[in-house]
């Protein structure tokens, strides 16, 4: 038995460090976008978020500038303090789950349907 439980965590023990650096990372993504929309609801132009994204990283750049393109492409820029709060979680959130879902950590949404 004590043989089983060692086959096991050390099978197991590299699956659970994916799924903690898929999660770190999707936290990471979200934690962005929040900052993204919040820039977005103030009112910052979308060039200058393009601007304020671009690290030179050819890996994450693009993925930095999608996440503003669609924040700017998806969502309308509100007045009230209540439902630009609301907006900038409702985006966070979406794109925390969409990066789970990427990560093959949770089921498309399609496919519960």
């Known amino acids: 038995m004590r043989y089983l439980v060692l086959i096991i965590s050390m099978i197991a023990g590299p699956v659970m460090a ?3 650096a898929a999660e770190g990372m999707c936290r990471e993504m979200a934690e962005t ?3 993204i ?8 132009p ?3 978020m393009i601007d304020a994204v671009t690290t ?5 750049d693009p993925v930095l500038e999608d996440l503003v393109l669609t924040a700017y ?5 509100y007045h009230t ?4 709060q609301r907006e900038v979680e ?6 925390y789950m969409e990066c789970r879902r990427e990560a093959g950590e949770m089921p498309d949404q399609d496919a519960r349907r």
């Not at 030179?56 to 994450?60: A, H, P, T």
């Not at 492409?73 to 820029?77: G, L, N, P, Q």
């Not at 303090?81 to 630009?84: G, H, I, K, L």
Request: no cysteine; proline share 3%.
């Open 81 to 84: 303090e209540r439902q630009q």
């Open 73 to 77: 492409d998806t969502s309308r820029r």
């Open 37 to 44: 929309m919040q820039e977005r609801q103030q009112g910052r």
């Open 56 to 60: 030179g990283d050819d890996v994450l």
């Open 46 to 48: 979308a060039p200058e």
């Open 90 to 95: 409702r985006f966070s959130n979406r794109v």
């Open 33 to 35: 976008a929040e900052w």
């Open 18 to 20: 994916a799924q903690d």
